[in-house]
C-alpha cells in the first residue's frame, strides 16, 4: 500500500526527521567537511557561503546520498565526500539562480546577492562547484564522478531552457516537463545513485536508486510550484508568487493559459513577468488557477511521481531504510497540505 494515502495516525516524527535520525552519523561528518571545504583566507568566500549553508536547509539531498549507501551497507566511506559535494552542487545552484532571478529572499531571510551583491554570489557560487569536484576526484571513483559532472551540465542546460521559457505563453507542459527534470531532478536522481554506487549496489540497485531520485524530484518540485501560489506561510521561505513576478512558466501557469478565457488570459499575461505585480493581482491569477483547477492538478502529477518513486524501490530486498526512503517521499508531496 502507498503510504500516500496513509494521512491518519501521523507518527511522532516526520519522515524527514526521522530520515536525519537514521543518518545522523554520517550526516555530521557531511556536515563538518561541508564546513570545513567553505573555507578560505579570501575573507567574503567563507562569509557568503556559510550564510546560505547555515540558513535552514533540510539537506535532503545528501541525507539521501548517506541513505541510498546504507540502503546496501558494503560502502568504503566515499558517501560522505558525495553527499557533501551534492550539497555543494545545489547551493551553488541557488547563489546562481537568486542572481538570475533577481531574488531577494532564500530560505527566509536576505538572499545572498541582497547582502553581497551579484558577483560575489556568482564567484562564490563558482567556489563551491569547484570544491565540490574536488571532493568527488578525491574519492577515485571516476564512474561516480562522470554521474555528478553529468548532473551538473544536465542542470546548467536546464537553468538555460527555464530562462529561454521566461514569460513565453507558448510553453508547453512537455517544456516544463524537461525544465524540472533538468533543473531540480536530475541533481536528485545523482544523489541517489552515487550513494548507491558507494554504498556497493549492483547495477539493479543503482537503476533502481536513480529511478527513485529522478521521481521524488520531480514530485519535489511540482510541490513547490504549487506552494508559489499559496502554501502555508514560510513554507519556501520567499514571497508568495514570486515565480509569476520572475515570468517563470511552471504548470499551473501553463495549464490556466491553455484554458482560460481572453480576460483570464490577459490578467495572468499581464502579471507575468512584473517584478511590481501586487498582492491583489496575484490573487486574482490564484483565483483563475482555482477555477481551472490547475493547481490540484499539478499536485496530482507530483503524486504520480511519488508513487512511481516508491515503486522504483520494490525491486529491492525489504528493509528499515528501504521503508524510511519509501516514507520520505511522502514528506515530498504532504507539505503542500
Same mark, same amino acid.
Request: proline fraction near 2%; include cysteine; charged fraction near 25%.
Given at each position: 500500500?502507498?503510504?500516500?494515502?496513509?494521512? +491518519?495516525?501521523?507518527?511522532?516524527?516526520?519522515?524527514?526527521?526521522?530520515?536525519?535520525?537514521?543518518?545522523?552519523?554520517?550526516?555530521?561528518?557531511?556536515?563538518?567537511?561541508?564546513?570545513?571545504?567553505?573555507?578560505?583566507?579570501?575573507?567574503?568566500?567563507?562569509?557568503?557561503?556559510?550564510?546560505?549553508?547555515?540558513?535552514?536547509?533540510?539537506?535532503? !539531498?545528501?541525507?539521501?546520498?548517506? &541513505?541510498? &549507501?546504507?540502503?546496501?551497507? +558494503?560502502? =568504503?566511506?566515499?558517501?560522505?565526500?558525495?553527499?557533501?559535494?551534492?550539497?555543494?552542487?545545489?547551493?551553488?545552484?541557488?547563489?546562481?539562480?537568486?542572481?538570475?532571478?533577481?531574488?531577494?529572499?532564500?530560505?527566509? +531571510?536576505?538572499?545572498?546577492?541582497?547582502?553581497?551583491?551579484?558577483?560575489?554570489?556568482?564567484?562564490?557560487?563558482?567556489?563551491?562547484?569547484?570544491?565540490?569536484?574536488?571532493?568527488?576526484?578525491?574519492?577515485?571513483?571516476?564512474?561516480?564522478?562522470?554521474?555528478?559532472?553529468?548532473?551538473?551540465?544536465?542542470?546548467?542546460?536546464?537553468?538555460?531552457?527555464?530562462?529561454?521559457?521566461?514569460?513565453?505563453?507558448?510553453?508547453?507542459?512537455?517544456?516544463?516537463?524537461?525544465?524540472?527534470?533538468?533543473?531540480?531532478?536530475?541533481?536528485?536522481?545523482?544523489?541517489?545513485?552515487?550513494?548507491?554506487?558507494?554504498?556497493?549496489?549492483?547495477?539493479?540497485?543503482?537503476?533502481?536508486?536513480?529511478?527513485?531520485?529522478?521521481?521524488?524530484? =520531480?514530485?519535489?518540485?511540482?510541490?513547490?510550484?504549487?506552494?508559489?501560489?499559496?502554501?502555508? &506561510?514560510?513554507?519556501?521561505?520567499?514571497?508568495?508568487?514570486?515565480?509569476?513576478?520572475?515570468?517563470?512558466?511552471?504548470?499551473?501557469?501553463?495549464?490556466?493559459? &491553455?484554458?482560460?478565457?481572453?480576460?483570464?488570459?490577459?490578467?495572468?499575461?499581464?502579471?507575468?513577468?512584473?517584478?511590481?505585480?501586487?498582492?491583489?493581482?496575484?490573487?486574482?491569477?490564484?483565483?483563475?488557477?482555482? !477555477?481551472?483547477?490547475?493547481?490540484?492538478?499539478?499536485?496530482?502529477?507530483?503524486?504520480?511521481?511519488?508513487?512511481?518513486?516508491?515503486?522504483?524501490?520494490?525491486?529491492?530486498?525489504?528493509?528499515?531504510?528501504?521503508?524510511?526512503?519509501?516514507?520520505?517521499?511522502?514528506?515530498?508531496?504532504?507539505?503542500?497540505?
Amino acid at each position: 500500500m502507498s503510504v500516500l494515502t496513509q494521512t +491518519k495516525d501521523v507518527p511522532a516524527l516526520s519522515p524527514i526527521e526521522r530520515l536525519l535520525e537514521a543518518t545522523q552519523d554520517d550526516m555530521g561528518k557531511v556536515n563538518a567537511l561541508i564546513l570545513s571545504r567553505a573555507d578560505s583566507h579570501v575573507e567574503m568566500v567563507p562569509e557568503l557561503a556559510r550564510y546560505l549553508i547555515d540558513s535552514g536547509g533540510k539537506r535532503l !539531498r545528501p541525507m539521501l546520498t548517506v &541513505a541510498a &549507501a546504507a540502503l546496501f551497507g +558494503k560502502g =568504503n566511506g566515499s558517501a560522505v565526500n558525495f553527499a557533501a559535494a551534492v550539497e555543494f552542487m545545489h547551493n551553488a545552484t541557488l547563489l546562481h539562480d537568486d542572481v538570475v532571478d533577481e531574488s531577494d529572499m532564500r530560505r527566509g +531571510k536576505k538572499a545572498a546577492r541582497m547582502v553581497w551583491g551579484n558577483k560575489a554570489s556568482i564567484l562564490v557560487g563558482d567556489f563551491l562547484l569547484g570544491q565540490a569536484f574536488m571532493m568527488m576526484v578525491e574519492t577515485g571513483e571516476i564512474a561516480a564522478l562522470g554521474v555528478l559532472s553529468a548532473a551538473s551540465a544536465v542542470m546548467a542546460e536546464g537553468e538555460v531552457f527555464q530562462l529561454a521559457k521566461t514569460g513565453d505563453l507558448t510553453t508547453t507542459p512537455d517544456d516544463y516537463a524537461e525544465v524540472i527534470r533538468a533543473k531540480t531532478a536530475v541533481l536528485f536522481e545523482a544523489a541517489c545513485e552515487v550513494g548507491a554506487m558507494s554504498g556497493g549496489a549492483d547495477e539493479e540497485g543503482r537503476r533502481a536508486l536513480a529511478r527513485y531520485g529522478l521521481a521524488l524530484g =520531480n514530485a519535489f518540485q511540482l510541490v513547490d510550484d504549487v506552494l508559489d501560489y499559496g502554501g502555508q &506561510a514560510g513554507t519556501l521561505g520567499k514571497n508568495t508568487g514570486d515565480d509569476l513576478r520572475e515570468g517563470k512558466m511552471t504548470l499551473p501557469v501553463i495549464l490556466a493559459l &491553455a484554458e482560460g478565457s481572453e480576460d483570464e488570459r490577459s490578467t495572468i499575461s499581464t502579471a507575468l513577468g512584473d517584478a511590481d505585480a501586487t498582492a491583489e493581482q496575484v490573487s486574482a491569477v490564484v483565483a483563475i488557477m482555482e !477555477r481551472h483547477q490547475t493547481l490540484s492538478r499539478t499536485l496530482d502529477q507530483a503524486h504520480g511521481h511519488a508513487r512511481a518513486a516508491q515503486a522504483a524501490l520494490d525491486v529491492l530486498p525489504s528493509s528499515e531504510m528501504r521503508q524510511l526512503l519509501s516514507d520520505v517521499v511522502e514528506f515530498s508531496v504532504l507539505r503542500a497540505y
